[in-house]
């Protein structure tokens, strides 16, 4: 089966660019959704099809990927951007099955 | 505007079966292309994707877990139900139903189960 590998933690401080990164075999030829989790509450797109945005989700996200990386950036780090990260594919080998990465916790220092 | 809710139990006993119902509005599930999957998240941990089922009755399960799993839908109620047997203490999670179109770009707000004697 596909596996997504996501860095545990990644810290940053207001103001920068956070870049949370996920990696899978050849992940540049399949489209990655990033989803954002904060506790308590159910995820939320900000990232689908490698870059797009949904409606309402600041132009500070942005998605990119290639190779056996993709990577969520987020510019100009809020507080409000303290969340858990997961980033998602459909590993259409195996009968078209959807897969999530193990999730990377973003501290804002 | 979209929305889902989950409902079911809030405690199961190990070795029951779970069914939880994903009651939505806002979209058919007869308009193609859409799906609704259910995901799981044990307490502190990963979401878990669990299953999917597509407006042509098309069904997906997790590799893991297809063994134990039956995803249905109801169009006209605008309903999807998830069935989980044999129900264990590591299965205790907060279970999520989320609109799909190639990602899940809508989710209810989740159901916690607890599963215990």
């Known amino acids: 089966s596909y596996v997504l590998t996501q860095p545990p933690s990644v810290s940053v401080a207001p103001g920068q660019t956070a870049r949370i990164t996920c990696g899978g075999n050849n992940i540049g030829s399949k489209s990655v959704h990033w989803y954002q989790q904060k506790p308590g509450q159910a995820p939320v797109l900000v990232v689908y099809?490698?870059?797009d945005r949904p409606s309402g989700i600041p132009e500070r996200f942005s998605g990119s990927n290639s190779g056996n990386t993709a990577t969520l950036t987020i510019s100009r780090v809020e507080a409000g951007d303290e969340a858990d990260y997961y980033c998602q594919v459909w590993d259409s080998s195996s009968d078209h099955l959807a897969v999530f990465g193990g999730g990377s916790q973003l501290t804002i220092l | 505007q979209i929305t889902l809710k989950e409902s079911g139990p809030t405690l199961v006993k190990p070795t029951q079966t779970l069914t939880l119902t994903c009651t939505f509005s806002g979209f058919s599930l007869s308009t193609t292309r859409v799906g609704v999957g259910w995901i799981r998240q044990p307490p502190g941990k990963a979401l878990e994707w669990l299953a999917l089922i597509y407006w042509n009755d098309d069904k997906r399960y997790s590799p893991s877990l297809k063994s134990r799993l039956t995803i249905t839908k109801d169009t006209s109620k605008n309903q999807v139900v998830l069935a989980m047997t044999n129900m264990d203490p590591v299965d205790t999670a907060t279970y999520y139903c989320?609109?799909?179109?190639?990602?899940?770009?809508?989710w209810g707000q989740g159901t916690l189960v607890t599963v215990s004697s």
């Open positions: 099809d490698d870059s």
């Open positions: 989320a609109h799909s179109r190639d990602y899940f770009d809508y």
